[in-house]
């Protein structure tokens, strides 16, 4: 592991580098997203994840046009959604993203979400991915949400190997096998929902700790214990690990919160401990189960 700028990178194979932190959109409405990347820019975030499927690439690209940082010095990420999966539909959804993020090239490029049953799809997909990487239209290519089968068919069928997965990730859900099959692969461990907000989407309103590990009493014990809050003890968590962690906010003070965690670091007996509240329940959906309904998903121009 690397840094620049003070903060954690991890080297993608292929050679480049990646930031351990970075500043994620998901579920950030288009008109709060301009404002929320300009603040995660002016903060020192490096690393800025979107998705096609978000539909708010168009007002990143206006932040990060805005926000005075060389383009070099900043990764941006977005994602391939399924209606645009095939060879032909996956190029020239690429160059629509392109066009809206206003960019020449985007540093990792994502298939947002695995087709169980065709595997056919899932490889033309793919090749296209390979394409682009070939084009210099992206600089890496990997995929998110995919399970060790998944990755393993895929890999067997095509050329270059996926540099980044980009799952689930949190303390009640931290997924000891993928990691390990990531290890063997050479595959970066990217982790979506880093503080577990997906337990919180579509849950209660008032969420309790088996909801929320940001009031897990471990958590709160190691926020006492370093004088940080929660949430920077579980994002710390995630960088001791080694993953790649992208938390999302639309608050300033959390916005900063969020990246101020590199003045301290967990031992490997407080990662454990943080390991151990595993509930082997995931928050999101499973990735096994094909949703037809997701192709119904247009992305507008
Ligand atoms: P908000 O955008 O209102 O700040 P995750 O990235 O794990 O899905 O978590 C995102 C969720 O957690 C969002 O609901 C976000 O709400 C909230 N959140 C982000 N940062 C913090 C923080 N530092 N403390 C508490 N909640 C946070």
């Known amino acids: 592991m690397g840094t620049s700028n003070g903060q954690p990178q991890l080297r993608l194979h292929g050679g480049v580098d990646m930031p351990a932190l970075g500043f994620g959109v998901y579920q950030t409405p288009p008109e709060q997203t301009a404002d929320a990347v300009a603040t995660a820019i002016a903060d020192g975030y490096r690393l800025i994840d979107t998705a096609a499927a978000y539909m708010n690439e168009r007002e990143v690209g206006e932040a990060i046009a805005a926000s005075g940082v060389d383009r070099d010095d900043l990764f941006v990420t977005t994602k391939l959604w399924v209606s645009d999966y095939g060879y032909d539909t996956a190029l020239a959804a690429c160059e629509a993203s392109l066009r809206k993020l206003g960019l020449d090239q985007i540093d990792l490029y994502l298939l947002h979400q695995p087709v169980p049953s065709d595997l056919d799809l899932h490889v033309a997909t793919w090749r296209a991915a390979e394409q682009l990487l070939a084009d210099g239209k992206v600089r890496a290519v990997g995929v998110s949400n995919h399970t060790p089968p998944q990755l393993r068919r895929l890999i067997e069928r095509t050329e270059v190997v996926p540099a980044v997965n980009q799952v689930e990730v949190h303390p009640y859900f931290v997924q000891r096998q993928l990691r390990e099959v990531h290890e063997e692969l050479g595959v970066v461990t990217q982790a979506w929902s880093p503080l577990g ?3 919180r989407y579509w849950g209660p309103d008032d969420p309790d700790e088996t909801q929320d590990p940001l009031q897990h009493p471990t958590i709160l014990g190691l926020a006492d ?25 639309t608050r300033p003070e959390r916005i900063a919160e969020n990246i101020d965690i590199f ?12 390991d151990a509240l595993d509930t082997g329940e995931r928050g999101g959906p499973d990735p096994e189960v094909d949703h037809p309904e997701w192709f119904d998903v247009k992305i507008p121009d």
């Open 263 to 274: 003045d301290f670091a967990l031992n490997a007996d407080e990662v454990a401990a943080i």
């Open 197 to 199: 907000g997906v337990k």
């Open 225 to 249: 214990t370093y004088g940080k809050t929660p949430a920077q003890v579980m994002l710390r968590w995630h960088i001791d690990h080694g993953f790649c962690a992208i938390p999302k906010s």
